[in-house]
């Protein structure tokens, strides 16, 4: 149990920072630092109160179709990632990777955090 680390999530954290680091500042230079977190707390005053909806006492409920769509249909809710754009993310993905070298070790952690955090988005 643990992942072979003894519970120990230190080697991932250093890896992931390392592999922020370069994710975050790639080709970027003349990075500064963010200013401090603003220390008054803005007001939310209103001059007549909100007018919030009311519910139907009759609502409508969507109907199903009497035939099923034929395949399915982007939502303009969602936005999704084309081929090109996973093809790029998987090549900086190698490139950083391919960056450990020959220290295996480094590059497992690296790829446990990319797999760590791409499973995130599932949860």
């Known amino acids: 149990p643990g992942g072979g680390f003894g519970n120990d999530n230190t080697p991932f954290y250093n890896a992931f920072a390392s592999?922020?680091?370069k994710a975050t500042t790639n080709g970027l230079s003349d990075l500064v630092p963010i200013g401090p977190a603003p220390t008054s707390t803005p007001t939310t005053e209103f001059s007549t109160p909100p007018t919030l909806p009311q519910p139907s006492a009759s609502p409508t409920l969507p109907q199903p179709s009497s035939s099923p769509t034929p395949k399915p249909t982007r939502s303009p809710s969602f936005s999704f990632v084309f081929e090109h754009e996973y093809d790029a993310i998987d090549d900086d993905v190698a490139a950083l990777?391919?960056?450990?070298g020959n220290d295996d070790t480094s590059r497992a952690h690296f790829l446990g955090g990319i797999v760590r955090l791409v499973a995130h988005d599932f949860m």
């Open 19 to 21: 592999a922020w680091g």
């Open 97 to 100: 990777s391919a960056a450990f």
